[in-house]
């Protein structure tokens, strides 16, 4: 079988098959051969790796934060068939957030047994996407997580119709997914105890 790369098919050059590359007539001519395939390849690779870590608009792309719609948000929160979800919205430059996250992080822990489910929910923008993921990993949480990426602020408002446009913010859902709390500010360990223990059965 012969193998060939053509550039392009109104190309007037001689096409290179497998057989050129490996006729060992001329020993210069096809180590010289072997060096330009090599190139070719590590030029390929390049390519690939370079798609595959940015997203089809340019924007970087994680494994462990995704953008994603609000509807797709809730479609997730539905899906995890809890009595109570709550949807933390931070910001990887947000200092308040970073001191609270270690209490949410606890607060799964403590009342996961009793159905509760977290989820994070970046307000970053793309350049800051690579920075949301360093500290979700220094907090080894675990994925799927999201963030707006370039959708407008507006896309916290469909979750949380009332929030005011600051960060943290917290809201608690129901089974439902109706809103039973929602607040915005930093949040000590005891009081968001308190909060879940107020919604969530068995507390």
């Given at each position: 079988m012969t193998y060939f790369l053509m550039l392009s098919p109104q190309s007037s050059q001689p096409r290179l098959t497998w057989a050129d590359l490996t006729r060992d007539n001329d020993p210069h001519m096809t180590r010289t051969r072997w060096i330009s395939l090599g190139i070719l390849v590590v030029a390929l690779a390049a390519i690939l790796t370079a798609w595959w870590i940015k997203g089809p608009d340019g924007s970087e792309k994680s494994d462990l934060v995704q953008q994603a719609e609000p509807q797709q948000i809730l479609d997730y929160a539905r899906s995890l068939n809890s009595p109570l979800v709550l949807i933390n919205f931070w910001a990887s430059w947000c200092?308040?957030?970073?001191?609270?996250?270690?209490?949410l992080i606890s607060l799964q822990k403590e009342f996961a047994p009793l159905g509760l489910k977290v989820?994070?929910?970046?307000?970053?923008?793309?350049?800051?996407?690579?920075?949301?993921?360093?500290?979700?990993?220094?907090?080894?949480v675990a994925p799927p997580t999201f963030y707006k990426g370039n959708q407008s602020l507006n896309f916290v408002t469909k979750i949380y119709p009332q929030w005011t446009g600051a960060v943290p913010a917290t809201v608690l859902l129901g089974s439902d997914l109706q809103v039973l709390e929602g607040w915005e500010g930093e949040t000590s360990l005891k009081s968001f105890q308190e909060r879940v223990k107020r919604h969530l059965k068995g507390t």
């Open positions: 200092e308040p957030c970073k001191v609270e996250f270690p209490h989820v994070f929910i970046s307000v970053d923008d793309p350049a800051d996407l690579m920075a949301a993921e360093a500290f979700l990993k220094e907090q080894s």
